[in-house]
């Protein structure tokens, strides 16, 4: 993470741009954005200074709708973008935001990569368990038989569990939040910011067009019971057993991030030629 | 005795009996004492197990194509030599040093009429403690150069100096004995001597060439996926990327590098990546992307045998399709290709500086041939061409970062740069970077990045255009070699031909090529695929005012000089 100016003191409003969202009324991603900014705003963090990297998917709308520095690039790539930024720009925050289609389908092995090289960013998953910008396809998190007209009957394959594979990959730091909890969502996202290596903070965020029933996560979230624990054994059986529903800060790892020696070197180039010449 | 201005070998052996080490030992040598030499590896599908060629030729002047037939050929052994019989050329010309314990000689040598003079390489080594058949061989071979035998020991010296003193022994042991074997045998017109010169000469492949330019022309992050012929290029970027301040990351898989790539640059780092077909294939969505959203990137594709896996160690043209037409929605990019070993580096460091200047991604279309070549050449010129891109500073008001400007090329604001924030978008954009679908941005948009590259004045390096007959050659790439070598034996013949081989090869530049090709009656075009790939994209983009005879052949075997001096000469 950058850091903070204290120059200045920065207001939520300054990390939101003039466009308006395109999102459903009452898609869980409002919030999401207004935890982002809510976020930025507590770390005090220069607009200029953050950069909101994404792929293709509702959630992945999000960079345009802050006031930051954004990519909205293709499907499922988000991580390795963001990776080749942050490598080579370590003065920049970096928050990458994606979805359960963008994330843990068509950039499902850039997931487990990117929390391998454990690069200093943020990785924040908006999870509805449906594709919703192509209008209610199964994802990776749906359920078995939730039935669609491109899976009737449902699909009958086993949701992905982004937290454990996070977890096994070597994620350095992992939470899940609801998006109808901004502040406390907004807590969380201070934390993994702040967090040095790859923080991933997966946040349940219904879409209310194509998934009605998601209306009822506001009653089924509850605070985790007991503080994060820095053990990634016990991290796995907490994340393995629990009902999904579980929010907050539930794994803090100590790894050190990746990050190369980069910055101008002063050489004349000609050196480089010394392998060459005869 | 007459002397010959180049002489050609090959040392034959399979997988893991060292033809490459001896092969590689003899060009340094060689080189060393001051001639110019090329060799070129050819190999099976397997890396050990199969079979390997060292492919040499020497000269006196600087030299980029193979022979039509080769002057020496040492077969270490013939385990599985019958597979380059296509390959390898012998005649009644060529001298063959042959084990008798070697195997059965292969057609290519007993169909030849070629002089056969056997030396019990293995037998010899067995002689020494840890002696290698192969360092009999490369005594053999530096003997027959007329090479004394320190000039033989030295590269050997170097290549083993962090294996001990019983190493380098054992090797020094193998090359007197093989120096002192081939003292019977008759080598025919020796190599000419070489030419004193002051010339500063460097000793690499168009892979190394390749990075070298890249790090010329800016790039400071490469990220990449390793993948045959294009690793080589990765290898020697990785530790001199870390010499000047940059990096490379290993990512996994080409889709991870190009989008790597991207992202570097997005916030200001110039950055490439170097593949191969396959790892072309999958970038190409995000060449898409780094074309809308204008993020200058560099994609080198080393050309290999296609389509599919296709001949990973063979070299083919056949990418020029994907890399001009492979985009999809209308992607105008700059595509380039380099022409020999040197060349490798001018061209990448030119399209490092016009990616950057361009804000445009760009590829580079190498090939196997020259990309694992490794070569003596001269040391090419210092070019100017350093990456510049235009970037917005002291930023008052709202940023436009795609404004209509009027050469289209539009300051792009740094992450970091206060009051320059906006959104990189593969979406249809306003002048502002905001998505939108309204016909007037898209068209807008589709002018500007059209545009740009259109009235860009890409200068006298757009081609490589020599001569003035009425038969014009016609070719790209690492063809351009062979087509100069085979011109040059056409002029001594009293026949003029002129070579025209663009080095860019988008955009397309019809009013240079049409100037190019006054006065020209016939036009002969060579190029290495099957399908006639860059014959279409001239018959798409150019006039071509004469007619048309086209000399096209797939990979794997390489389109010699003698071939298309015999096309020349056939259309008087």
């Known amino acids: ?278 | 005795m007459a002397a010959s201005p180049s002489i050609s070998i090959a040392i034959v052996g399979s997988g893991g009996a060292g033809a490459l080490t001896t092969g590689n030992s003899l060009l340094e040598a060689a080189c060393a004492a001051g001639w110019y030499g090329l060799l070129t590896r050819t190999l099976g599908p397997q890396i050990r197990g199969g079979e390997a060629a060292a492919l040499l030729r020497l000269a006196v002047n600087p030299v980029e194509g193979l022979p039509d037939q080769f002057d020496l050929l040492i077969g270490i052994d013939w385990l599985n030599a019958h597979r380059f019989g296509s390959e390898i050329k012998a005649g009644p010309g060529t001298l063959v040093i042959s084990d008798p314990r070697g195997g059965d000689q292969p057609p290519m040598v007993t169909q030849s009429g070629a002089r056969v003079f056997e030396i019990p390489m293995k037998e010899m080594a067995k002689t020494i403690p840890d002696g290698r058949p192969n360092m009999i061989a490369l005594g053999i071979a530096g003997r027959l150069l007329d090479l004394t035998i320190e000039q033989v020991f030295a590269p050997i010296e170097k290549l083993l100096a962090d294996k001990g003193p019983a190493a380098i022994e054992a090797s020094h042991a193998g090359i007197k004995i093989g120096f002192g074997a081939a003292a019977g045998a008759d080598f025919g017109t020796p190599l000419a001597s070489p030419n004193p010169s002051s010339a500063r000469r460097w000793l690499l492949s168009g892979n190394e060439a390749t990075a070298l330019g890249a790090i010329r022309g800016g790039v400071r992050f490469a990220a990449a996926y390793p993948i045959t012929p294009a690793t080589e290029v990765l290898e020697w970027l990785a530790p001199s990327l870390a010499k000047v301040g940059g990096v490379l990351l290993q990512a996994e898989d080409e889709l991870a590098a190009i989008n790597m790539i991207i992202g570097s640059s997005f916030g200001g780092t110039p950055a490439l990546t170097a593949t191969s077909g396959p790892g072309l294939s999958l970038m190409i969505e995000a060449l898409g992307l780094a074309t809308s959203a204008e993020i200058p990137v560099v994609v080198v594709d080393v050309m290999r045998g296609g389509p599919s896996t296709g001949i990973p160690t063979k070299s083919e043209q056949a990418d020029l399709n994907i890399a001009v037409y492979g985009l999809h929605g209308d992607a105008p990019h700059l595509v380039l290709a380099p022409q020999s070993v040197g060349d490798c580096m001018f061209t990448t460091q030119w399209a490092t500086y016009l990616a950057e200047t361009l804000q445009s991604p760009a590829i580079v279309l190498s090939d196997q041939f020259m990309g694992q070549t490794r070569a003596a050449i001269e040391r090419p010129a210092d070019v100017a061409f350093i990456g510049a891109r235009t970037v917005a500073t002291d930023i008052a008001g709202a940023y436009e970062r795609y404004a209509l400007a009027a050469n289209g090329v539009s300051p792009m604001a740094i992450p970091g740069t206060r009051g320059g924030q906006y959104t990189a978008d593969g979406l249809t954009h306003s002048q502002r970077g905001i998505p939108t679908s309204g016909a007037a941005d898209h068209l807008a948009q589709l002018d500007k990045r059209r545009d740009k590259l259109d009235h860009f004045n890409y200068g006298d390096h757009w081609a490589a255009i020599e001569g003035a007959g009425e038969l014009a050659v016609l070719t790209w790439g690492s063809l351009t070699s062979a087509a100069r070598e085979a011109i040059a034996r056409a002029t001594k013949d009293g026949i003029d031909v002129r070579l025209v081989a663009p080095r860019l090869l988008l955009p397309t530049q019809p009013e240079r090529l049409a100037k190019a090709f006054y006065g020209v009656k016939r036009i002969l075009v060579i190029e290495q695929t099957h399908g006639g790939q860059f014959h279409r994209y001239l018959r798409a983009h150019y006039d071509l005012p004469a007619p048309v005879r086209v000399f096209n052949r797939p990979g794997p075997l390489p389109i010699t000089a003698g071939e298309i001096y015999r096309a020349i000469t056939e259309w008087r």
Not at chain 1, 40 to 66: D, H, K, M, N, W
Not at chain 1, 104 to 114: D, E, M, Q
């Open chain 1, 1 to 278: 993470m950058s850091t903070v100016d204290t120059q200045r003191a920065y207001k939520q409003a300054d990390y939101k741009s003039d466009i308006k969202p395109i999102w459903c009324p009452g898609c869980g991603d409002y919030h999401v954005l207004m935890s982002f900014t809510r976020a930025f705003a507590q770390l005090g963090l220069p607009p200029e200074q953050i950069a909101v990297i994404s792929g293709i998917g509702c959630s992945s709308r999000i960079p345009a709708y802050t006031n930051c520095y954004g990519f909205h690039g293709v499907h499922g790539r988000s991580l390795a973008l963001a990776a080749g930024l942050k490598v080579t720009r370590p003065d920049l925050t970096v928050v990458v935001a994606s979805g359960d289609g963008d994330g843990y389908s068509i950039g499902g092995n850039h997931f487990l990569h990117a929390c391998r090289r454990n690069v200093d960013m943020t990785y924040v998953v908006m999870d509805n368990h449906i594709y919703g910008m192509t209008k209610g396809q199964p994802s990776p998190t749906t359920e078995p038989e939730f039935d669609t007209a491109l899976s009737p009957g449902g699909t009958k394959v086993r949701p992905f569990h982004p937290l454990v594979v996070a977890l096994a990959s070597g994620a350095n730091f992992i939470a899940r939040c609801f998006s109808g909890e901004p502040n406390e969502t907004a807590a969380v996202l201070v934390e993994a910011i702040k967090h040095p290596g790859f923080s991933f903070v997966e946040i349940l965020s219904p879409c209310v067009t194509f998934r009605p029933d998601e209306k009822a996560w506001k009653d089924l979230v509850h605070p985790a019971p007991v503080a994060a624990t820095t053990d990634p054994g016990k991290a796995a059986r907490r994340i393995m057993t629990d009902d999904g529903f579980n929010i907050g800060i539930l794994y803090r790892g100590n790894r050190t991030p990746f990050q190369p020696a980069v910055g101008a070197i002063n050489i004349d180039l000609s050196e480089l030629e010394k392998d060459f010449e005869l």
